[in-house]
């Protein structure tokens, strides 16, 4: 099941260094700037709640409050897909992804479902930092033989480097985040994985969205992003799209 949540986020995936909690060298005079260091004098700010899908305390003060997390804001929509292909065996895989901003957050609802057959179902829920980086995510995989639920959180961000925004092409950016998955099969015992990704993209061209996609609206910005996971130990290559009308990153899947 772990292959399972690193599939879907997969599917979907400044000059400075921040860390969760200030180091010692964030207080020392001339300090590298960026540091994160919570400021006593100020109440910091705090992201919007989506109860089904939890967010860490420290996790969500640190992307409400840091420059490297900003987002453009806006009136957006939400953006759907749809697929279908042979399964292998003589019927029709369907896959259906979603994304779309919650108001007020910088953060993007992930909805991804999968019907192989039908005795198979996949599915994910996942709330993303820009459409990019799962910060809280629940799915399940069901089977005529068992079925196989897992929840994540992510619990650490560090390793910060660049600007996200605003996109400028040939500027890049990377991150680095540790997760804990917790899985489990019915009747069976809980297992708990550990795994760090590091992240790194560089901003392309911007061209009308519907280029990328016919019927999509307003612009499309291209991403070319690579990422290791300790997982798997292998180096993925994905292209996403920052669409102005959606406000996130979104990933199109191949027809």
Same mark, same amino acid.
């Given at each position: 099941?772990i292959?399972?949540?690193?599939?879907?986020?997969?599917?979907f995936?400044?000059?400075?260094?921040?860390?969760?909690a200030?180091?010692?060298?964030c207080?020392?005079?001339?300090?590298?700037?960026?540091?994160?260091?919570?400021?006593?004098?100020?109440? +910091?700010?705090?992201l919007?709640?989506?109860?089904d899908?939890?967010?860490?305390?420290?996790?969500?003060? $640190?992307?409400?409050?840091?420059?490297?997390?900003?987002?453009?804001?806006?009136?957006?929509?939400?953006?759907?897909?749809?697929?279908?292909k042979?399964n292998?065996?003589?019927?029709?895989?369907?896959e259906k992804?979603?994304?779309?901003?919650?108001?007020?957050s910088?953060?993007?609802?992930?909805?991804?479902?999968l019907?192989?057959s039908?005795?198979?179902?996949?599915?994910?829920?996942? $709330?993303?930092?820009?459409?990019?980086?799962p910060?809280?995510?629940?799915?399940s995989?069901?089977?005529?033989?068992?079925?196989?639920?897992s929840?994540?959180?992510?619990?650490? $961000?560090?390793?910060? %480097?660049?600007?996200p925004?605003p996109?400028?092409?040939?500027?890049?950016?990377?991150?680095?985040?540790t997760?804990?998955?917790?899985s489990?099969y019915?009747?069976?015992?809980?297992?708990?994985?550990?795994?760090? %990704?590091?992240?790194?993209c560089?901003?392309?061209?911007?061209?009308?969205a519907?280029?990328v996609?016919a019927?999509?609206?307003?612009?499309?910005t291209?991403?070319?992003?690579?990422?290791t996971?300790?997982?798997?130990?292998?180096?993925?290559? %994905?292209?996403?799209?920052?669409?102005?009308?959606?406000?996130?990153?979104?990933?199109? +899947?191949?027809?």
């Amino acid at each position: 099941m772990i292959n399972l949540i690193l599939f879907a986020v997969a599917l979907f995936f400044a000059q400075s260094n921040l860390c969760l909690a200030a180091p010692p060298e964030c207080k020392e005079p001339g300090a590298p700037k960026g540091c994160f260091e919570k400021s006593a004098a100020s109440t +910091p700010a705090t992201l919007t709640p989506v109860p089904d899908l939890p967010v860490r305390s420290d996790i969500g003060e $640190l992307i409400a409050n840091s420059p490297f997390f900003k987002l453009p804001t806006g009136d957006y929509s939400p953006f759907e897909a749809h697929t279908a292909k042979p399964n292998g065996t003589g019927g029709t895989m369907q896959e259906k992804t979603s994304i779309e901003r919650v108001a007020g957050s910088p953060l993007c609802r992930y909805s991804w479902d999968l019907v192989s057959s039908v005795d198979n179902k996949m599915k994910s829920e996942a $709330l993303m930092w820009a459409g990019m980086i799962p910060i809280s995510m629940r799915s399940s995989d069901t089977s005529k033989y068992s079925t196989n639920t897992s929840i994540s959180q992510t619990t650490r $961000l560090d390793k910060l %480097t660049g600007q996200p925004f605003p996109l400028k092409s040939g500027n890049g950016f990377s991150v680095e985040w540790t997760s804990e998955y917790v899985s489990q099969y019915v009747g069976k015992k809980a297992e708990t994985t550990v795994s760090v %990704t590091h992240l790194t993209c560089q901003v392309g061209a911007t061209g009308p969205a519907s280029v990328v996609q016919a019927g999509l609206k307003g612009l499309a910005t291209t991403l070319a992003c690579t990422s290791t996971s300790s997982v798997s130990g292998r180096i993925n290559a %994905t292209t996403k799209y920052w669409l102005d009308s959606v406000g996130c990153f979104v990933s199109i +899947p191949k027809p």
